[in-house]
Every structure is written in structure tokens, then in C-alpha cells.
């Protein structure tokens, strides 16, 4: 068989095997190393501003659908009974009138909930958040052992 000029590939298969696979392996655009992908390649492009701009107002219409249901779920809040273990950890009493003085030396006449700067209420509302309770209301009529006088 002659021998090809240097350059030239045979673009068929002409039965020798040897020569056919020989000149496969040597092909000049073949990789000499395994073609997996580089790790480049496999790794997630940065996030560009132009997505950001296109998620921006996804993301704060997620937010204002949620905040409805926020406010609904903190008006559901139920009020803190006096059974509550936290409670009577404090000696929470719904009505300061009904707070024993013998038991409870800090208390003093007209300390509830509602001047106290614990309260989250708002002035004028029957009962309101506390700090020490989350997710229960307590009663601005009431009283318990961390009373603290509300600034101003």
C-alpha cells in the first residue's frame, strides 16, 4: 500500500484497520486529553445586574402579597390566660385590681400593662402585644412581676 502524503486522512474506511484507526488517533484536531468538560464550564454563570432588575420586582410583589396575611396572623393572636406557665412564672394577673400585695411586693396602685414599657398595644385598645409573651396579647388592664415604668 503507498503511503499517504503527510496531511492526508482517509474520509472512509478502507479495510485496513490498523491505518484507519492510526489515523483517527493522530488527527490533528483531536484532543490530547479526555474530552471532559473544563471546570469552568460546569460551574453556574454569576448573576448579572440585568437579573437582578428582571427579579427585583418579582421579589417585592412576593413581599407585598405576603404582608396582608402577616398583619392578619398578629391581629389573630390570642390572649395570654392567667394558666400559662409563662404567666404565672410572672405572676400575670388579666386585672392588676385583683393583684395580691402580700404576694407581690413591686406592685404599687395604677401599674398595668397598658403604662408599662413592655406593652406593644396600642393607647386605648383593651388588650396588645408584649414583649415577654410573643405571639399572645395580654390585657392593658393587666399586670405582672416585670412591670417597667414606659418612658416619657
Known amino acids: 500500500m503507498p503511503q499517504a502524503p503527510p496531511g492526508f486522512y482517509?474520509?472512509?474506511?478502507?479495510?485496513?484497520?490498523?491505518?484507519?484507526?492510526?489515523?483517527?488517533?493522530t488527527h490533528p484536531n483531536r484532543p490530547t486529553s479526555?474530552?471532559?468538560?473544563?471546570p469552568a464550564t460546569l460551574a453556574r454563570s454569576a448573576p448579572t445586574r440585568r437579573l437582578w432588575l428582571l427579579t427585583a420586582?418579582?421579589?417585592?410583589?412576593?413581599?407585598w402579597?405576603?404582608?396582608p396575611r402577616r398583619a392578619q396572623?398578629?391581629?389573630?393572636?390570642?390572649?395570654?390566660?392567667?394558666?400559662?406557665p409563662g404567666a404565672q412564672g410572672l405572676a400575670y394577673r388579666a386585672d392588676a385590681a385583683k393583684v395580691d400585695p402580700a404576694k407581690n411586693p413591686t406592685y404599687k396602685p395604677g401599674q398595668t400593662c397598658a403604662n408599662c414599657s413592655l406593652y406593644a398595644g396600642d393607647a386605648g385598645q383593651p388588650q396588645g402585644?408584649?414583649?415577654l409573651f410573643y405571639g399572645k396579647e395580654v390585657a392593658a388592664a393587666g399586670?405582672?412581676?416585670a412591670w417597667e415604668r414606659k418612658a416619657g
Open 10 to 25: 482517509p474520509e472512509r474506511h478502507t479495510g485496513d484497520l490498523h491505518g484507519f484507526y492510526s489515523a483517527v488517533m
Open 34 to 38: 479526555p474530552s471532559w468538560p473544563q
Open 57 to 63: 420586582p418579582a421579589l417585592a410583589l412576593g413581599v
Open 65 to 67: 402579597a405576603l404582608a
Open 73 to 84: 396572623a398578629q391581629m389573630a393572636a390570642s390572649l395570654l390566660e392567667e394558666s400559662d
Open 129 to 131: 402585644g408584649c414583649a
Open 143 to 145: 399586670w405582672c412581676n
